[in-house]
């Protein structure tokens, strides 16, 4: 392997023709706050292609179609942009909580799921509405795959972000729970999409981080409140099949006992940021006790 050489393409004719050749290995960076961060491993060798002058990579598009938004897109432009946050408040509720001013303003949705920390914040949101990625290959070729199927040892590129309409829900929300309550890394982070009408849920779909190696779906919970009304019974189920995820996914772990508690609080808070309802209101009070 050679010396490390830095490419900065201007378009995707150049970014493709630019992958086609490359010999070695092929790292990207855009905003470079996981890559640059002290302490990480930075590459010696091949090549790294730096996106941050890519033309047509950064951009949100919200209708009544589906969301679509660039891999370069920066977190803080997600958290601002209101028809996103119309469509999907979840995933603007998501990038507003994730990381300092700074490292929203630097860090792209691209870079949140290329880095495949276990805590990310915006991959819950987009696991649990179904998203799809946009991916420009080795081969220089696109190709299409499900957020589930993306691997990031794969040498992919996240072009695009989409969102197809049909899996998006009418209510969602995201919370977090970190060490503290200033900027800090999630320690649990949950996801919700749901349909709800006349006091009932229709179809819900959850999904957690920092439960595993990567962001997971709860079926458990999912189907504890998928067609039921939204009572004292309910609830209570939900909170247990939170439990039951919790113990599934890190049995033994040390930190076991501190999320299954955690994650009760953090449910009931999302079911009601979700519905717009007050999370102190009787409901929910009862429900925890």
Request: glycine share 12%; hydrophobic share 50%; with cysteine.
């Amino acid at each position: 392997m050679g010396e490390l050489s830095v490419a900065t393409p201007i378009d995707t004719m150049e970014l493709r023709t630019l992958l086609s050749a490359a010999a070695g290995p092929v790292n990207f960076i855009g905003g470079g706050t996981d890559m640059l961060i002290a302490g990480r491993t930075m590459p010696t060798g091949g090549l790294l292609i730096d996106l941050s002058r890519m033309a047509g990579m950064a951009f949100i598009s919200a209708d009544d179609g589906g969301i679509r938004i660039g891999g370069a897109t920066t977190v803080a432009a997600i958290a601002a942009h209101r028809g996103l946050a119309m469509r999907l408040p979840a995933l603007a509720e998501a990038a507003a909580q994730c990381g300092s001013v700074q490292i929203r303003n630097r860090a792209t949705i691209g870079g949140n799921i290329a880095n495949a920390a276990p805590a990310a914040d915006l991959v819950p949101v987009l696991v649990a509405a179904k998203a799809r990625l946009g991916c420009i290959g080795r081969d220089g070729a696109s190709r299409e795959l499900a957020i589930c199927d993306y691997a990031p040892d794969r040498g992919y590129l996240i072009a695009e972000v989409i969102l197809p309409g049909d899996g998006l829900l009418p209510c969602s929300a995201f919370v977090k729970l970190g060490p503290r309550r200033a900027l800090s890394i999630s320690r649990l982070n949950i996801a919700l999409l749901a349909e709800f009408q006349d006091g009932r849920f229709g179809d819900v779909r959850i999904a957690a981080g920092a439960l595993g190696p990567r962001p997971l779906r709860l079926p458990l919970a999912e189907a504890a409140l998928a067609g039921s009304k939204l009572e004292h019974a309910a609830l209570r189920a939900f909170l247990s099949a939170l439990a039951g995820e919790v113990d599934a996914a890190i049995p033994g772990r040390n930190s076991q006992a501190y999320k299954r508690r955690a994650i009760a609080g953090l449910g009931l808070d999302l079911v009601a940021q979700a519905l717009g309802l007050n999370p102190r209101g009787q409901l929910f009070e009862d429900a925890a006790e």
